[in-house]
């Protein structure tokens, strides 16, 4: 039989896509949320963090899209980590991979324009932060059966 019209791996690929959806919506809805904390809270009454202050711009969109697809490919890859296993060092070892790659990354390229290191500290743990709510969220719509788990066999 044709692999590429297996109703079972469309199916799977269907739940996967759904998964990869709700990371990726709960991520920009984070991406959001955080940025308008920043901008509103933090760079405006922490003189430390005023590199935080962001302007709603073609950047700032980009910004949102890449936050979006890294949350749809978290959601994608969650499912598969977690499967059907109730193992919570899987679930936070996936929301810390991901968010640490992400933040320590943007830690990384700011040492190069930044003389202070809090801003960075504070996106980086928003990364985490970030992620963790896509969990959550994939975690949830999992439990309502929104979307099945992957299961191991």
Same mark, same amino acid.
């Given at each position: 039989?044709?692999?590429?019209?297996?109703?079972?791996?469309?199916?799977?690929? !269907? %739940?996967?896509?759904?998964?990869?959806?709700?990371?990726?919506?709960?991520? +920009?809805?984070?991406?959001?949320?955080?940025?308008?904390?920043?901008?509103?809270?933090?760079?405006?009454?922490?003189?430390? =963090?005023? $590199?935080?202050?962001?302007?709603?711009n073609w950047v700032w969109l980009c910004s949102g899209a890449i936050a979006g697809f890294s949350g749809? =490919?978290? +959601?994608?890859?969650?499912?598969?980590?977690?499967?059907?296993?109730?193992?919570?060092?899987?679930?936070? +070892?996936?929301?810390? #991979?991901?968010? !640490?790659?992400? +933040?320590?990354?943007?830690? %990384?390229?700011?040492?190069?324009? $930044?003389?202070?290191?809090?801003? =960075?500290?504070?996106?980086?743990?928003?990364?985490? !932060?970030?992620? #963790?709510?896509?969990?959550?969220?994939?975690?949830?719509?999992?439990?309502?059966?929104?979307?099945?788990?992957?299961?191991?066999?």
């Amino acid at each position: 039989m044709n692999r590429i019209s297996d109703p079972q791996l469309m199916a799977e690929r !269907l %739940e996967s896509f759904k998964a990869g959806v709700i990371g990726g919506f709960s991520l +920009g809805f984070a991406f959001v949320i955080t940025s308008l904390l920043n901008t509103l809270v933090l760079a405006k009454y922490f003189p430390t =963090l005023v $590199s935080l202050h962001i302007d709603i711009n073609w950047v700032w969109l980009c910004s949102g899209a890449i936050a979006g697809f890294s949350g749809l =490919l978290f +959601g994608v890859t969650y499912r598969y980590i977690i499967r059907t296993d109730k193992n919570p060092q899987l679930k936070t +070892g996936a929301v810390m #991979a991901f968010g !640490l790659v992400r +933040g320590l990354t943007q830690v %990384e390229v700011g040492w190069n324009s $930044s003389s202070t290191v809090l801003p =960075l500290i504070v996106l980086a743990s928003e990364s985490i !932060l970030w992620f #963790a709510l896509a969990a959550i969220a994939v975690d949830f719509a999992i439990q309502f059966g929104w979307v099945k788990s992957f299961s191991s066999s």
